[in-house]
Nanobody, 126 residues
Framework: QVQLVESGGGLVQAGDSLRLSCAAS????????MGWFRQAPGKEREFVAA????????LYANSVKGRFTLSRDNAENTVYLQMNSLKPEDTAVYYC???????????????????WGQGTQVTVSS
């Protein structure tokens, strides 16, 4: 199993930046990808970004493309989500996830992710 711990959330104003971190522990050699989802009150969990653990390729939701950057530190088993130009609609609980499957899967789907963190709140005021 893989355990994930997120950090870095908080309350910011529109236009500000935040950096979220997600540290993985346990059987990290099984990680094929790590990603971020978010869930706002009354809404479904939605894909934000993901990164391949092997080659570092990334995928972003259209809503965050150009504003968010996902990076990884394989040695530290940690991913970082740099969020710039934050908007009130970015307000949500942000969850880190790990994909432990070697098969090609659609990162957009929450159900393909095997391990989840407990989430960190990001609130952007207007």
């Amino acid at each position: 199993q893989v355990q994930l711990v997120e950090s870095g959330g908080g309350l910011v104003q529109a236009g500000d930046s935040l950096r979220l971190s997600c540290a993985a522990s346990g059987r990290t050699f099984n990680i094929y990808a790590m990603g971020w989802f978010r869930q706002a009150p009354g809404k479904e969990r939605e894909f934000v970004a993901a990164i391949s653990w092997r080659d570092g390729s990334t995928l972003y939701a259209n809503s965050v493309k150009g504003r968010f950057t996902l990076s990884r530190d394989n040695a530290e088993n940690t991913v970082y989500l740099q969020m710039n130009s934050l908007k009130p609609e970015d307000t949500a609980v942000y969850y880190c996830a790990a994909d432990l499957s070697p098969y090609i899967e659609s990162w957009y789907r929450p159900d393909i992710w095997d391990s989840w963190g407990q989430g960190t709140q990001v609130t952007v005021s207007s």
